[in-house]
Structure formats: C-alpha cells, structure tokens
C-alpha cells in the first residue's frame, strides 16, 4: 500500500480554464483564473495511494484477496493484453470544497467556480503526478502503462467504486463512498491502469480518450 | 579523482540466473547460495571491475520486513561483504549497496524522515562493520530519503559515501529534483562521490552527468542501464549490446564520471566493453568550482553572488508585530503563512525568510510543520530563521533542500549550537556581527567580529560558499552614522571577504516620517555599495521601483531593457475604461456594466441613475431585468459563458445591494419564492449554487437548503415558505430516482409548488417521467423557466 502525496507547485491554469467552461471565451480576466488558482492550491492537501495486483485479462479478474471480477466490456476491452493493474486513489482533501462553498454564500460566485475547476484541474494533476512516479518503476520492470480508467467511463458500470476503494486502499488517505457512491472528498479519483510488457518498437497507448468516452456531448469541458 | 574506477552491473538477473526463484528474497542467497553470489562478483572482477557492490540492495531492516527477515539484517549485510571480499582477494574494492525502501518520506510519503534515518543507519553499520570499502547509497528518487540515507552512513561510519539519484526523460527525479540542485545540496552534505544509475541508458546520462560534474567538486559516478527493457518473443530484454554500452561509457568519461558502471541489463560482458573502452582514456577535464553561495529547495538551485542580480529574500513569514499572522500560528493553522509564501514568491521573491517566533507554542514542531509544507508549496529555497537550536534542527531536517540559517551571531551558544547543525545538514549561514557584548558601531568594528564568526565556522567544517554577511542595519534617527557605517561595511565586506551581503533594511528609518521614502533611498545606496540579497517586503512597490531602476543602472539589467519594458507599463494611459461608458444613458451603462461585469462600477452608475432621478422599478427592469435576457441569449448562443455569466450576477447582486441602500423603503418586487436544494445521497451542489446564485440575482426569493438534503425537509421548507417552485438537483443516476421520491412527497403533502429539475444525469424525458414541471439544462436557462412558471 505505498502512499504518494504528489507535490502541487502550480495548478494548470488551461485546464482550468477548460473545466470552468472557458474554452472558447475571448478576453476572460486571466487574472481571475491564477487567483482560483492560487487559492485552491493554498487549501489543497494532496494524498495518494496505489497497490499492484495481478490481472487475469480473458476472465476479467483482479487476483486480489478476494479476487474481484471487472464488469463491462469497454475496461475489459482497455485491459486486454494486461498481465497486472494498479488500483490508485487521489484526493485533495475537503478544504476547497468547504471554503468554495463559503464564497458561493458570499456572493464570491465567479471565484467559487472557477476555484472548483482549479480544484478539478489539481486533482488531475496529483493523479498525473502518481502515474508520473509509477512509470519508471515499471519501465524498469519491462511494463508499460495504460491510461487511467475509472467506474462509470463507459460501461463500467458504478457498482464497482466500492470495490474499487477496496483494492486501491482508499480508505488510508482519508477517501469514502456516499451510500449513492459518490466520492468523498468530491474532488477525489479512483482509477485503474493497466500494465502490459512492453513490446519491440511498439506504440505507448497512453493517450487517454476519456472525454470520447464520455457521454455528456454537451459538457463545457468537452475536449473536442 | 586520480583514476577510473569501473563498477560491476546488474546482480538481479545474474542471481535469477544462478537459481533465484521469482518471489524469494535475492539477499538470502548470501547465506543460503553464497557460491552463486561469489561467482558472479569474480565474473565481473575477471571482466574488470575495481569496484563491485555487495548483494544488499534490498537488505535494509524496512525492505526485509517483506520477506519477514528483518531480524536477520545484520547477518545477511555480513556475510555479502565477507563473500565480496573474498570473491576480491584485494583485486577490487567493496561497495556496501543501500537501496531504497520503496516508500516515499514524508510528506510526499508515510515514512517519517527519522524512520528512514534508522533504517539506513542500521544498514550502513552492518556494512562497515563488515569491512565495506564504500557505501553506495543508490536508485533513490526522493532527496529526502537521500537525505535521511546520507546523514545516517556519515553518522555510522567513516568509510566514503556515493550517492545515487535515478533520474526520468526530463533530467529530473519524479520528485522533481534536478541533478544540479542534488549535486549542491549532497556535496554541501559531505558526500564524497555524487552519481545517478538506472532508470535511463547511457545516452540520457551524459547531460545529466555534465550537470552533476559543473556543480561539485566531488568525483562523479554513473551507472546506466542498457537502454529501456522490452519483450521480444516472450523475454525481456535490454536492448544495448556490450560494445555499444562501452562506447558511451568513453563519452561519459568526457562527461566527467571517473566512476563508470552498468545497472539493469548490464553483464559481464558489458563491464569488459567499458573497462577496455575507456582505458587509457585521459581523465575529463573539470573546471575547478569557485565556492558560491548556492542554495536549493526540492526543485531548484538559486544562487547569491556580486556577479548575479539582486536576490530578494522575502520577510513576510514573520510573526513579529502581526496579531493575525500571531494568532493563527498560535491555533496551528499555516493558512496565512502559506498565502504568504505564494503571494511573495508571486511578487518576485527569489528566497523566503521562515520565522515562526511565537510565544507559548512548541518552536520545533511549528518550525518542522512550516518547513514541511511551504517547500511542498513552492520552489523559493527557504531561510530558516530563529534563535532555538531545536527549532532549527527540525526545520533543517524536514527541509528537502540546501537551507540558509538566518542566523549566526558570535554569541557563544549560537558558535557553539549553530555552526554544528549547518555543517551537518549541509546549510549556509546568514553570518551576524554581533557580539555577547552588543552591536559593534563601526564597521571596522563589525568586518572584526566577521572574521571570528568566519574562523569559527570554518574551524566546524565550513567553507567559502557558505556564508552570506549581513551588514546590520542600525536607525539613523538614533544615530546619525548608521547609513554611513553600512554602506562602508558593505564595501569592506566584498573587500575583504568576496562573500555575498545581505540586510533587513526598513529598521534604518525608525521614528522617521515618511519612511517608504528613506529606505528607498538607502536602499538604493546599498546596491550602489555592494548589497546582493536584500531581506525585504517585496510587495512594497516603492522598494520594487527602486530595484528596478538601480538594475537598470548597475548593469544587472544591461541598456535597462527590462527596465524600459516595465516603465512602459507603469506609463499606460489610464481611464480608458470608465471614458467609454459616460457616452451611454444611465440605464444603458447599468446595463452594459452588467453584461461586462463591472461589479465595481456598477454602484456608482446606480447612484448616479437613482440621483438623476430615475426610479429603482425603471432601473431594475429596464437595466438589470433587461442585461440579464441579453446575457441569457449570448449564453445560449454560445457567446458567454459560464463564469462570465456568474460575474454579472455578482455585478447584479451590487446593484441590488446599492439600490436597496439608497431606497429602503422602495420595495422591489419579487418574482416568486424558489426552495432550492441537491437532493439526498448526493452532495454535489456547483450546479445547485450556480442556479442559486442566478435566481438570487433576478428578483427570486431564494431558499437554500443545500446538498444531500431529505425529501421531508424539501417538503417541509416548500409548505412553509410557500415557495412557487422547488428546484432540485442531482448529479448522478444513482441520485436521480430521489427527484421522484421529493415530487411524489410533495403532492402527498397538497404542497402546490412548481418543480423545476436539473443536473448532469437528468434529461427532459426524465424529468417528464418524474412528473416534474420544468426540466433546466444549466442555471441560465434555469432562470428563463422560473420566470414562465411562476406566470402560469
């Protein structure tokens, strides 16, 4: 159950922008983005947690104790060909959420949004910085790393969140499940990475397509 | 640095090859197969190697624990340096190998620095003891961990130490260390070989090892891989053959590594390669480093010199005088400590000064706690300021960097407490000529008391590079001298030392009036004289000017090109903005600052329609009511978007509050009550807030009951309030069904408020099936609907 607490010297301001909507927004006050930044980046406590379990691709089956069989086509599909996964969890705690809350009962609306898509950004970012850290461990081991997935892209179906936080040890950095399996601290990710050996000369397929996967075609977030 | 010496390479694959079983602990093979490890470490001396490493990499009390072996630590560390010595017969010298514990220290970890600390210390006085050469600290990607590794083999040995970082594609550690700033902070730290191995083949290593080599003076070492591993019919393999491998190994002799060898996938025959290839070879030429003052956090290096541009140290993390600042370190809160080291960082602060002198609260653990997390929060190397050793000792320790210690006076207890600690941690010192018997006046005076501080630290270890002197800025209301003794101070100070100068400098205009103007002044004085890191309020805009027009003039800013830029700037026609709106009517400007977002110049264009006469219904229907049907048009076209949109609600809601101010008794009429609330099971609520937040803001009377909200509590709000609408929100599918629950109960409980749905999973043919009135795709439209609804 190794823990990794990503550092946080900066959050993305584009990808910011991008969650809060902005993507096609001339002459939107950048000034505005960097202090939502700044703000959510003061708050965040970035934690991280990842275990590495064998992974029987033809049954779809996690060999944890106990195993855990992976539903849906499109994961088992995206861990075809994997001999081993890494269950991973995120967050960065619930003081943004508390103080964005805060601001939206002050009338502070503008800065509250744009400070929840700072702190969407930040999560991504502490995500990122995990598989950054992860990847020579594995690189050294022969292994090479799928994109993130996580329950509910495609058909995955939600009902596997609980068992999700299980494998990956959610629980440790302070993560949990709503009984309607929402995420707490909201701004928190679990996720599955698939690991394959690499072969001679092949491809890195490690270009996630998560927005193509996503059915909110009209989501202002959507990357076209 | 004298000769090259050639390391062994890969023992893992070697080990499997001898009969390691996938799972089982590779160190046990020192007791239980000690032939097969022997074996491989005289292939290797046969092959050329001077240096090989004993089969420890894995055998430190915390990486044993997986195997259930920690007890047996100091046996299994014993019997591989006996085997490597044997195996050796004087022919090469013994390496004690320390591999890294698989956990990151933290903060970025669980691992407590001290854990680590024993951990290697254990290690590292088995491996002595046992008679090892050399003890190589290495695969580490975590500095602090190199750290804890580091200062542990000092402390339970004598024998040389070679620290190893692996580094990534992008020169850095994961961690985000950079090999100049590893190679400053471990030679400060008593290093004697600094190197990097595996993670990249040789071709990766050669910039990386040329940093190391610029930026120490210890010999450099370098063990790569043979290129990045792959499968090829159902093997891994390394792809770089022994001859290519030793060819590089020549160009990383120019690189500057005396000390060369092969990690994963190198063999014996790789290490034959290398050895022949860079024999007889000359050794790398390396420019001797003059000693500067470099001091580095996690991620990079700054430097301090007379030849370099003025470094600001910023003051601000300072309790001193600041009752809030005071009060929330006292409560363990380090929110304002933290604002403080992004906004000065933003505001051009190259170092920060960390004080946390707080009465009645434990000195250590706040300093520890502080370090902690403003390194976590920026890449500004810090100063470590107080006058408790112990405090000092936990901020030195906690901090993944080369520290300044701010500072050391020639008081006997700071002598004695202080220099100790920086030498042992690898920190410079801010250097006080202060002496048990106070502030000496002249500054022939203070250059005295400098040269025993000088002495003094040396005599502990120190060296040029370590020292920043601090002039002592006195009040020149009390004595008329103190400008005159700094700046002479400050010249004699580059004289006689050559060592880079610093100084707090606001103290000089106590009990003056005007103050920004004096020490702008002496401020400028002191560049003119010699002062390279100013200790300062970087928000103080007059000290910035200052700065700026003194680098443009002392050459730090060649021809003033940053200067002429800047001043550009400050020179920008102002006005521009509020000149436009005065050609507009009263209620067209309120209109079109609504739009814009002007929530700053809204009250005024208000007060100035209320003041020409024009009523708050006209203003808000005609100006307010009227923006917000064009804003909900652009939004739909795609034209504005969201935050945009919550900026003129902002710009309303002062409008509404200005209005209400000057006319408290015109009482604007309400479009109707809304409760609104995310329902149960769910607590996402930005979209909740954001449709709050619109209603709120066109005339709606707006009741928020929050997130994860219980349909009896929807009901009951709803009944009492009497709302004309319930809104409801959810997220997910998983929350969805709830919507129905709270329309059902409603209908039960006779309540005849309209119900208007929205949120990421719900769509109009769900919201039809619920039973709902209105289904809203965002918050703008949201507002369209509520106002048809409460029409009907």
């Known amino acids: 159950m190794p823990i990794y607490n990503a550092p946080l010297l900066a959050i993305d301001a584009q990808e910011t922008k991008r969650y809060a909507g902005l993507m096609k927004a001339r002459d939107f006050a950048a000034e505005k983005i960097l202090e939502a930044c700044d703000n959510a980046r003061l708050l965040a406590q970035p934690r991280g947690i990842w275990e590495i379990y064998d992974y029987d691709c033809q049954a779809q089956m996690i060999k944890s104790q106990p195993s855990c069989q992976l539903q849906g086509k499109k994961i088992g599909q995206h861990l075809a060909g994997c001999e081993k996964i890494i269950a991973l969890s995120v967050t960065i705690g619930e003081d943004v959420e508390d103080d964005i809350s805060a601001r939206f009962k002050d009338g502070e609306y503008t800065l509250a949004l744009l400070m929840d898509a700072a702190a969407t950004a930040a999560v991504e970012q502490i995500a990122d910085g995990m598989e950054k850290a992860l990847a020579p461990k594995m690189a050294a081991q022969g292994f090479a790393m799928k994109w993130r997935f996580s329950p509910g892209y495609g058909d995955w179906p939600l009902e596997q969140q609980p068992e999700l936080l299980r494998l990956a040890q959610a629980d440790k950095i302070g993560v949990s499940l709503t009984t309607s399996l929402m995420l707490l601290p909201r701004k928190s990710i679990t996720a599955i990475i698939g690991l394959y050996r690499k072969q001679e000369n092949s491809v890195p397929s490690h270009q996630p397509e998560n927005c193509a996967l996503c059915s909110q075609k009209n989501c202002p977030a959507r990357k076209v | ?792």
């Not at chain 2, 060819?247 to 014996?268: D, N, R, S």
């Not at chain 2, 210690?405 to 801010?430: H, Q, T, W």
Request: proline share 5%; aromatic share 4%.
């Open chain 2, 1 to 792: 640095m004298s000769k090259i010496e050639i390391f062994d390479g890969a023992m893992g694959t070697m080990l499997q090859a001898g009969g390691l079983q996938p799972g089982a602990c590779p160190e046990l093979m020192n007791v239980e197969n000690p032939d097969v490890v022997k074996n491989i470490h005289r292939a290797y001396i046969e092959a050329g190697a001077t240096i090989i490493e004993t089969n420890t990499f894995g055998a430190s009390p915390l990486k044993l624990e997986h195997y259930g072996l920690t007890d047996r630590m100091a046996e299994l560390n014993t019997a591989a340096v006996a085997i490597a010595k044997e195996a050796a017969r004087g022919r090469a010298k013994v390496a004690g190998s320390m591999g890294p514990t698989g956990r990151f220290v933290e903060p970025l970890g669980d691992l407590s620095f001290d854990e680590a600390y024993d951990n290697f210390f254990a290690q590292a006085q088995a491996l002595a003891a046992a008679g090892a050469d050399y003890l190589i600290i290495e695969t580490c990607i975590d500095i602090q961990e190199m750290r804890a590794a580091l200062l542990a083999a000092k402390a339970a040995c004598n024998i040389p130490v070679i620290c190893q970082l692996s580094y990534s594609e992008d020169g850095r550690t994961v961690t985000g260390t950079d090999p100049q700033a590893a190679a400053i902070l471990l030679d400060a730290m008593g290093a004697d070989i600094i190197g990097v191995n595996c993670s990249l083949g040789p071709e990766e290593l050669v910039p990386i090892v040329k940093t190391l080599a610029e930026n120490c003076n210890c010999p450099i070492s370098v063990l790569p891989n043979a290129g990045m591993p792959y499968l090829k019919d159902g093997e891994t393999v390394f792809p770089m053959g022994p001859a290519d491998f030793g060819q590089w190994g020549v160009k990383l002799l120019e690189a500057g590594a005396t000390y060369l060898g092969g990690c994963c996938g190198t063999t014996p025959e790789h290490i034959r390669e290398l050895a022949k290839a860079v024999k007889g070879q000359p050794l790398p030429k390396r420019k001797k480093q003059a000693k500067k003052l470099w001091l580095t956090s996690r991620s990079k290096a700054v430097c301090i010199d007379k030849e370099l541009p003025t470094r600001l140290i910023g003051e601000r993390i300072n309790p001193t005088g600041r009752k809030k600042l005071a009060a929330e370190i006292r409560e363990g809160s380090l929110l304002g400590v933290k604002k403080e080291a992004v906004n000065q960082v933003k505001a051009g602060a190259h170092l920060l000064d960390v004080n946390m002198g707080v009465g009645g609260i434990d000195q250590a653990a706040a300093m520890q706690k502080a370090i902690t997390e403003i390194a976590q929060l920026t890449d500004a190397p810090l100063a470590i300021d107080t006058s408790d050793a112990q405090a000092l000792e936990a901020g030195l320790k906690a901090y993944p960097g080369r520290a300044l210690i701010n500072s050391v006076s020639y008081e006997p207890e700071r002598i004695a407490e202080f220099l100790p600690l920086a030498k042992k941690y690898g920190a410079a010192i801010l250097c006080l000529p202060i002496t048990p018997d106070g502030v000496p006046k002249t500054a022939e005076e203070r250059i005295d008391v400098m040269h025993k501080i000088i002495a003094a630290a040396k005599e502990q270890g120190l060296d040029d590079g370590d020292f920043l002197l601090d002039a002592l800025v006195m009040t020149v209301s009390a004595d008329k001298s103190a400008c005159y003794e700094v700046l002479i101070t400050l010249q004699m100070y580059r004289e006689r030392f050559g060592y880079p100068t610093t100084m707090g400098l606001s103290n000089i205009s106590f009990g003056l009036p005007n103050r920004p103007l004096i020490n702008s002044t002496f401020f400028a004085m002191c560049l003119a004289a010699g002062l390279d890191a100013p200790i300062m309020n970087p928000y103080d805009e007059s000290m910035q000017n200052t700065l700026m027009a003194a680098a443009a003039l002392l050459a730090d800013d060649p021809n003033g090109l940053a200067y002429s830029k800047n001043a550009a700037n400050l020179a920008a026609p102002k006005g521009a903005a509020t000149a436009k709106v005065t050609e507009l009517t009263p209620l067209a400007a309120i209109k079109q600052a609504v739009i814009d977002g002007e929530k700053d110049e809204v009250p005024i264009l208000v007060e100035n329609a209320l003041k020409a006469g024009i009523d708050a219904n006209t203003i808000t229907e005609q100006a307010l009511t009227a923006a917000m049907t064009d804003i909900g048009v652009d939004f739909g076209a795609g034209r504005m978007f969201l935050p945009q949109v919550l900026l003129s609600a902002e710009t309303m809601r002062a409008a509404f509050n200005k209005i209400k101010e000057l006319t408290p008794v015109s009482q604007s009429p309400e479009q109707g009550t809304v409760v609104i609330a995310t329902v149960k099971g769910d607590v996402h609520d930005l979209g909740k807030n954001i449709t709050g937040a619109l209603l709120a803001n066109s005339g709606f009377k707006l009741i928020d009951l929050g997130k994860d909200v219980d349909s009896t509590e929807i009901v009951k709000a709803a009944i009492e309030n009497k709302a004309d609408i319930v809104g409801l929100c959810a997220l997910m599918t998983t929350t969805m069904v709830q919507i129905d629950k709270v329309i059902e109960d409603l209908k039960t409980a006779g309540c005849a408020a309209k119900v208007m749905v929205g949120g990421a999973a719900v769509t109009q043919e769900y919201a039809d099936s619920a039973g709902a009135d209105a289904y809203a795709p965002d918050g703008v439209k949201a507002v369209e609907l509520a106002k048809e609804l409460v029409k009907k």
